[in-house]
């Protein structure tokens, strides 16, 4: 609520520069990341109300502060909301004396008087791969709205456990800054009672788990609520017995898949036992939801991006502008989380005394450093970017900044890569456009690496996990028959590009990192192995394997094979229809020698 001793409080804060009622941008006290733009060089406050004026330049100083405005574009907006406000009689005391809507809805009507309301359109890449256009605000709602935000917090005293949306920012927690959203919400919990005893509990979370443990224990939470407003909207604490948990558990197959619907119990089952142990809701200690009770999914496979969608994605990674094909590149070979790549630091690359390179970042699920060997293509790509960054503007601490040289966000990477997918097509074996997830390409070379053979203890050191459990998902491509496969690549069942039998020289070295360094990184294939030595150097056919004599690959890989036959009978027919002479020549003997890889496999596991 808005109080004058708290504006006071707030104005108290302007010195200098930021007092004075016109600002010179040229002479900013902002010295990184500020472009002046010459025919917006100053800023004029020259609002009537003298409150309403000081509270746009609170406002406008934090935004280029804090650098959120990094050009002096934004006084067109501030200039053109001055001269609306100089309209009303009378003069408003404060934006906190009314609703946002209520602003927005006036300052809407003023906009539209003057011809001066423009709404844009934003297209995005819905989940099931369609591009979707919304209608956007007009930009200078968008000023009135980013104005009245940063006032709303600044008078906002409370500590924010008080708040019903916590900024975990300002809390002191650690959040990922490749993450858009970084609150903590309590408003949709209908009861107060049950509100109340939520931010007990999640503030006692948030002092042992992540952030995003605790938004889906918070989540699990508010899906309780709705199934009370629904069930028993006058409901107090004591009416939360096994009876009616029980109705929970019917209630959920309705709103949740099966997978989400585990996390859920087991988050509510925790959270009822907490506060009734520490006594924050009056309800009993007996235990509500048993073990058995707890839906079992099956168990999760990894989704790998099989390798004719691969081939088509590194066709048209040249259509996205760098950083973006650098990223997708590292992402391929190295299997990181895309929060752990976008917030790589500028110097993750290390060399050894050997002249191996490592690439070295936090692990932020696991809190803790990690190194892994790369290849000489992938620490080309980092020197190259280090290089543009440290002779770029403004200065930044990290190796993929975004313009602001902060931290880009997972979001926005996501529709990149999934806007080209769109854009060039890019579909699966049964035709269907691909939607890519960041994760997929950790579960990309964690299949790749099984199918190579290579020990379970490698891979679990490589992608840094903490056990063993997680690493065994990856050989579901295996499953019961992992060890007759690996049995018969050892005995030499591998077959090159022309169908014929290849004899393995002898068993693999498992000799841990320095064997994975020496023999993996460069081998490892989405179908089959290479048999050019490590030390020979890249590959001088990049992108040609099918048609290669170093190729091998084995029955483990027969159905990525069919798959990509399949999409290579596809594109012969696309590009006879459109008389493509070049394609279907290259396209030819790739379809020759799968047929050949494919009949010569089937008929040595007869």
């Known amino acids: ?220 939470i508010t899906c309780f609520s709705e199934f009370l407003s629904q069930e028993q909207p006058k409901a107090t604490a004591k009416a939360i017995t096994r009876k009616l948990l029980l109705k929970y558990l019917s209630y959920l197959p309705q709103r949740l898949s099966i997978a989400t619907r585990k996390g859920n119990v087991i988050n509510v089952r925790t959270f009822l036992e907490m506060v009734a142990r520490e006594q924050w809701l009056p309800i009993g200690s007996e235990q509500m939801i048993y073990d058995e009770e707890v839906p079992q999914p099956p168990k999760p496979q990894p989704r790998y991006i099989p390798s004719a969608v691969l081939d088509q994605l590194n066709r048209h990674l040249g259509s996205l502008k760098a950083p973006w094909m650098q990223m997708v590149l590292i992402l391929q070979e190295c299997g990181m989380r895309l929060s752990e790549l976008l917030g790589l630091p500028l110097d993750c690359l290390t060399q050894d005394a050997r002249g191996t390179f490592y690439l070295r970042f936090m692990q932020g699920k696991m809190k803790r450093e990690h190194t892994i060997p790369v290849s000489q293509e992938i620490a080309w790509i980092i020197q190259k970017q280090q290089e543009t960054v440290r002779g770029g503007q403004p200065p930044s601490t990290i190796l993929f900044p975004n313009p602001r040289g902060q931290v880009y966000k997972q979001s926005t990477f996501t529709q990149r890569i ?117 030390v020979a150097g890249p590959c001088p056919h990049p992108n040609a394997c099918l048609n290669c004599a170093h190729f091998r690959t084995d029955i483990s890989f027969l159905e990525i094979h069919k798959t990509e036959l399949r999409e290579t009978e596809r594109v012969i027919a696309k590009a006879n229809a459109n008389g493509w002479m070049r394609q279907i020549e290259m396209n030819e003997q790739k379809r020759n020698n799968l047929f050949n890889i494919i009949t010569s496999l089937e008929r040595a596991h007869a």
């Not at 600002?23 to 917006?40: E, H, K, Y």
């Not at 309403?52 to 959120?68: H, P, R, T, V």
């Not at 952030?211 to 989540?219: A, E, H, S, Y």
């Not at 049995?487 to 022309?498: C, F, M, P």
Request: net charge positive; with cysteine; glycine share 6%.
């Open 1 to 220: 609520m808005w109080k004058r001793a708290k504006q006071q409080r707030l104005l108290a804060e302007l010195r200098g520069f930021w007092s004075e009622d016109i600002w010179d941008m040229r002479n900013s006290p902002v010295r990184t990341g500020l472009t002046p733009v010459a025919r917006q060089r100053y800023l004029y406050f020259e609002c009537k109300s003298k409150t309403i004026n000081n509270e746009l330049k609170y406002a406008c100083w934090k935004k280029f502060s804090e650098g959120s405005w990094r050009t002096t574009s934004e006084t067109t907006m501030v200039h053109r909301l001055i001269k609306w406000l100089n309209t009303l009689n009378p003069p408003p005391a404060s934006f906190m004396n009314r609703s946002f809507e209520s602003w927005r809805a006036e300052y809407t009507s003023y906009l539209k008087s003057c011809g001066m309301y423009n709404q844009g359109t934003t297209m995005h890449m819905d989940g099931q791969q369609s591009a979707r256009v919304t209608p956007r605000d007009s930009a200078y709602i968008g000023t009135l709205r980013q104005v009245f935000l940063v006032l709303e917090r600044a008078y906002d005293d409370r500590p924010e456990h008080e708040k019903d949306v916590w900024d975990l920012r300002r809390m002191s927690i650690p959040v990922s800054p490749s993450l858009s959203d970084t609150t903590l919400n309590f408003s949709s919990i209908q009861q107060l009672w049950l509100r109340k005893a939520a931010k007990t509990y999640l503030q006692y979370c948030l002092a042992i788990y992540a952030d995003g443990t605790c938004r889906t224990r918070l989540q699990s």
């Open 418 to 534: 999934n806007r080209l997918a769109y854009n060039h097509e890019i579909r699966d074996g049964s035709g269907k456009l691909f939607r890519f997830q960041s994760h997929q390409f950790r579960h990309t070379v964690g299949t790749r690496m099984i199918n190579l053979g290579v020990p379970h203890h490698i891979i679990q050191r490589y992608l840094g996990h903490l056990g063993p459990e997680m690493t065994s998902r990856y050989a579901h491509i295996h499953d019961a028959t992992m060890k007759e496969k690996l049995s018969e690549y050892l005995q030499g069942t591998l077959v090159d590009v022309t169908g014929k039998t290849v004899p393995e020289n002898g068993p693999l070295d498992t000799g841990d990192l320095q064997w994975f360094t020496r023999n993996v990184l460069a081998q490892a294939l989405t179908n089959g192995y290479c048999a050019i030595p490590v």
